[in-house]
Structures are given as C-alpha cells and as structure tokens.
C-alpha cells in the first residue's frame, strides 16, 4: 500500500478476505481486500484518533479513540507549517495541546 498516514492498528475480516486498519492523523480506518489488492474507506471523520481495532467476532469493529481532536489540530493537518512549529515547541517543552482528554 501506498500514501499510508501513520497506519495505527489493524484487524483480518473473519473470512480473511480483507483487512481493516485506522490511520490515526486523518481520523480514517479502510479496508484492503487482499485478492483484489484495492483498497476502499470502511469509516472517516471520526471524532478522536482511531488508535487500534479488534473484531468483536459478533460482526462488530471497535476502535479505540483515546483523544478528541482539537483546533489546534485541525490546523495542523492543514498547515505543514504549523507542524512543524508545534513539534519545535513541544521539544522544549511547551505543551500546545494538540490533543484534548489524551492520556
């Protein structure tokens, strides 16, 4: 696969036909049929940053979302350079909260 944002968990479909995996930083998960080799959106726009996904083996997904998003981050997913000035900050310690209720 290619383009990958930060590919963050990923579940085999009960009949292995496809995978299903969250990409944190743009609040997706997506499916990619392994035969076929394509990939389709299985879910986006999410609240929070998907972080893991598990088969409930009843027919469900469920995603841990462990933050909400932001402002701030928002911002930053469209601004490269807001980025990047916010990760140069947090080096020397500045909080920017990127990301509310995160643990």
């Given at each position: 696969l290619r383009d990958l944002y930060f590919a963050n968990g990923i579940s085999m479909s009960p009949d292995q036909t496809?995978?299903?995996f969250c990409e944190t930083p743009i609040r997706r998960c997506s499916?990619?049929?392994i035969?076929?080799?394509?990939?389709?959106?299985?879910i986006q726009g999410l609240t929070g940053c998907p972080d893991n996904i598990r088969y409930?083996?009843?027919g469900h997904y469920w995603i841990?979302?462990?933050s909400?998003?932001?402002t701030l981050w928002k911002l930053g997913m469209k601004y490269p350079f807001l980025r990047k000035l916010t990760a140069m900050a947090a080096k020397y310690?500045?909080?920017?909260?990127f990301m509310k209720?995160?643990?």
């Open positions: 496809h995978l299903v499916k990619y049929y035969s076929e080799e394509r990939v389709e959106v299985f409930d083996g009843e841990a979302m462990p909400t998003v932001t310690g500045f909080d920017p909260m209720n995160a643990g």
